[in-house]
């Protein structure tokens, strides 16, 4: 049964400290492996899709890894806005998005 | 801006009774999904369109959950008989059809059910 899991499941960074969320997944075949950011309340906001292995994706503070079997969002001098829920996703072929349950992130300033 | 929108963004109703949500895609996207999420879990899926034809549905979607697309624009969720267990958020998301399908959520809709 294909299946996403993260960790950790919450995490608190003092401003400036930087860190690593990690995803794994466990899937037949991977077509794609998105990351999304979703603050409380709210719907998920897309961030990156990765596709193959060793393949980078950045955007500002952010920057998404992808191996045969993890994910990594490394998180470098994060601020106080970067707090939020970070959802993982797999993307198997000739399936639907499976969701890991997500990591929480504060960052306290 | 012209992202998802879901109506409405918040609905209580008492066990028992219906309830309709709707989710309007982005306009050039040809698929559209359901989800629901559930306090500190991700979103489960529960069912797509493509274009107006559904086209799978999740073992999580009972019987007294609905959904149509009808002409592939706006998609309507209904959930009869609603349930105390039915309380979640209810997401849309649509994509293009593309190998990448990069899918963009909506902002949701809070179910309560008393």
């Known amino acids: 049964e294909d299946q996403v899991t993260q960790s950790p499941e919450a995490l608190r960074l003092q401003e400036g400290e930087s860190s690593s969320l990690n995803c794994s997944y466990t899937v037949s075949g991977l077509r794609g492996l998105f990351w999304y950011r979703q603050d409380p309340g709210k719907g998920p906001e897309f961030l990156f899709t990765?596709?193959?292995a060793g393949e980078e994706k950045e955007k500002e503070r952010l920057k998404a890894t992808l191996t045969k079997k993890e994910s990594f969002l490394h998180i470098t001098a994060p601020k106080p806005e970067d707090s939020a829920t970070y959802l993982c996703?797999?993307?198997?072929?000739?399936?639907?998005?499976?969701f890991g349950p997500g990591t929480r992130l504060s960052v306290l300033p | 801006d012209t992202g998802v929108s879901q109506d409405p963004r918040h609905k209580i109703t008492k066990r028992g009774q219906n309830v309709t949500f709707r989710c309007d895609p982005i306009s050039e996207h040809n698929r559209l999904y359901w989800y629901r999420q559930t306090l500190g879990q991700g979103p489960e899926f529960l069912t797509y369109?493509?274009?107006?034809?559904?086209?799978?549905k999740s073992r999580l979607l009972s019987d007294r959950f609905s959904a149509e697309r009808p002409k592939g624009s706006f998609s309507t969720l209904e959930i009869q008989r609603t349930e105390q267990g039915d309380s979640a958020m209810y997401l849309c998301?649509?994509?293009?059809?593309?190998?990448?399908?990069?899918?963009?959520f909506g902002p949701g809709t809070r179910l309560t059910v008393l």
């Open positions: 998301a649509s994509s293009y059809l593309t190998s990448t399908d990069t899918q963009y």
């Open positions: 369109f493509q274009n107006e034809a559904q086209l799978e």
């Open positions: 990765l596709y193959s």
């Open positions: 996703a797999a993307f198997p072929y000739g399936q639907n998005f499976v």
